[in-house]
């Protein structure tokens, strides 16, 4: 486990960790799913091809989760794919509660598992970008490995403000480059797990801002089909 992933861990566990009441919660829903489905959903396609499914789940809902999974048993049991399941550590234990304990898949990756802790070389010459900027479609125009990381950066931004207003000056431009360093570090663990995994589909919730796009961009710019859905 990478130092980073550790210290990420710890945050979450104080940010994140269950209670008594939800733990409860979620062992009853579990119960009550299996009572009433049974044991169909561990089955198998004995008919394996070598083709992989890829599904980023990074919303941390039941509702999304038995989707994505309802979703990965179709193609694995009709059309026998190989499904891996990439999670974040904010997600991944309500992932293996819904996806394992109840649907029986067993693939799971992290992308916190995939970035980089040390500092990325060319941090500071993107940060710069940012700081020189003096209007805001200078830092639209931002790419980073081909990808487009200064729009979604201002993207995601943007959802924090009452009216997605963004004025440029130093505050905004500290919040940015938090932002597009975050997605630096997305963009080379997706490259990655999309060189390793060498998925033949990409289904994920969300492809619009910094955590998600990185994954999207990736899959696309190596002719990986991508399907966005929304959980709303």
Request: a neutral charge; glycine letters at 2%.
């Amino acid at each position: 486990m990478s130092l980073y992933k550790n210290i990420k861990q710890i945050y979450c566990n104080l940010k994140y960790k269950n209670s008594k009441e939800e733990q409860e919660f979620i062992n009853n829903y579990l119960k009550e799913f299996k009572d009433r489905y049974g044991d169909i959903l561990f089955e198998k396609s004995l008919h394996t091809i070598d083709k992989t499914l890829l599904i980023y789940s990074n919303h941390n809902t039941t509702y999304s989760m038995n989707l994505e999974s309802i979703i990965a048993k179709k193609i694995q049991l009709v059309y026998g794919w190989r499904v891996v399941f990439l999670c974040t550590i904010e997600t991944i234990s309500l992932a293996k509660k819904i996806c394992n304990d109840i649907y029986g898949f067993d693939n799971f990756i992290l992308i916190e598992d995939y970035m980089p802790f040390i500092s990325i070389p060319e941090l500071s010459e993107y940060l710069d970008m940012v700081d020189n900027a003096v209007a805001l479609r200078e830092i639209e125009h931002i790419k980073y490995n081909d990808i487009p990381i200064g729009v979604h950066s201002i993207a995601s931004y943007s959802t924090t403000m009452p009216d997605a207003t963004i004025i440029l000056n130093d505050n905004s431009r500290n919040k940015i480059k938090k932002i597009l360093k975050k997605s630096m570090r997305y963009v080379i663990a997706s490259k990655q797990i999309v060189e390793k995994y060498k998925p033949d589909l990409v289904i994920s919730i969300e492809k619009g801002t910094v955590g998600t796009c990185e994954l999207f961009y990736s899959a696309i710019n190596n002719n990986i089909d991508y399907i966005q859905y929304s959980s709303c």
